[in-house]
């Protein structure tokens, strides 16, 4: 089993940063796996938004292109997304998930609410 904790969300108002984490566990070989973030927001499908590659290449949906960084420390099996010039539009709840179409099973997600 491999399960998928995220953490790091809050309020924020717009411009401001957040720093969120992706901590997995259990039986998965961590290193060899690309990983990615992906966002829900409310009445909206979950969209693919940054992913990090076992070698460390990275690749970002135009929307935080250059706002938004994926990276990833494999002796902690954990993927980061620093989120930085923040817009409302970036409200949503955040999951960590490998890309494509083998997924493990998606955590709780964090909630990120950008608010003046």
């Known amino acids: 089993q491999v399960q998928l904790v995220e953490s790091g969300g809050g309020l924020v108002q717009p411009g401001g940063s957040l720093r969120l984490s992706c901590a997995a566990s259990?039986?998965?070989?961590?290193?060899?796996?690309?990983m990615g973030w992906y966002r829900q927001a409310p009445g909206k499908q979950r969209e693919l938004v940054a992913t990090?590659?076992?070698?460390?290449?990275?690749n970002y949906t135009d929307s935080v292109k250059g706002r938004f960084t994926i990276s990833r420390e494999n002796a902690k099996k954990t993927v980061y997304l620093q989120m930085n010039s923040l817009q409302f539009e970036d409200t949503a709840v955040y999951y960590c998930?490998?890309?494509?179409?083998?997924?493990?099973?998606w955590g709780q997600g964090t909630q990120v609410t950008v608010s003046s």
């Open positions: 990090i590659t076992s070698g460390g290449t990275t």
């Open positions: 998930n490998r890309p494509g179409t083998i997924k493990y099973p």
């Open positions: 259990g039986s998965i070989i961590f290193s060899i796996r690309a």
